[in-house]
């Protein structure tokens, strides 16, 4: 069954995408939002919904502006490049340029971010979606996340302090769990798939 996880508030909405879904079982676009809005203010992790197409995805995020942004974990022997953004643990990425191809997109907001000499592509890791909004304005973003490796020796790292970056720094495989329990959910995910794809690295 298709379905897309969009981390709404740092909470994951799951939408199951059922084409045979009766009517009676179909919730509106308006009971959808309410339960939505009423997960973020519980303690649980999410919550999920059966929909019967992506057109409907579409429908009940009709208010927002999607954008696409892609960005990764870049691996230098056995330590993963994190960034610190307005205080909280993340991984370099960013908004794709018009035009862009979302590998030279990946590649180019590292380098920006990190002041790294460009990586190399490894494997694609998984998307991921969240909301935001910003100057009043709602947001859908779908970023793509790859797995990569430091190419050459890196130059003096130094934090793009404009996009609010406070710190960049290489981190060991064993100190994830530090990483994962000061940031956001979507983070905590593209981790756990690059963990399940390691093999002895510690």
Wanted: charged letters at 35%.
């Amino acid at each position: 069954m298709q379905m897309y996880k969009v981390f709404i508030e740092n909470k994951a909405v799951i939408f199951k995408i059922n084409p045979q879904l009766n009517k009676k079982n179909q919730l509106s676009k308006k009971q959808i939002w309410k339960k939505i809005k009423w997960i973020t203010k519980t303690q649980l992790d999410g919550i999920a919904f059966e929909i019967k197409s992506k057109d409907e995805f579409k429908e009940i995020f009709n208010k927002y502006k999607f954008i696409k942004a892609a960005g990764g974990l870049v691996q230098r022997k056995n330590k993963f490049l994190f960034i610190k953004r307005n205080g909280v643990w993340d991984i370099p990425k960013g908004k794709l340029e018009k035009g862009e191809k979302v590998k030279k997109a990946a590649i180019r907001e590292i380098v920006e971010e990190c002041n790294v000499n460009p990586p190399k592509i490894k494997a694609h890791l998984l998307n991921t979606y969240h909301t935001y909004t910003m100057n009043g304005k709602k947001y859908l973003k779908k970023t793509y996340w790859f797995w990569m490796m430091a190419n050459q020796k890196d130059k003096k790292l130094k934090p793009q302090t404009e996009e609010g970056i406070s710190k960049v720094k290489y981190v060991k495989v064993k100190k994830f769990d530090k990483i994962k329990s000061k940031t956001y959910k979507s983070i905590v995910e593209v981790i756990n798939v690059l963990e399940s794809r390691l093999d002895n690295i510690n």
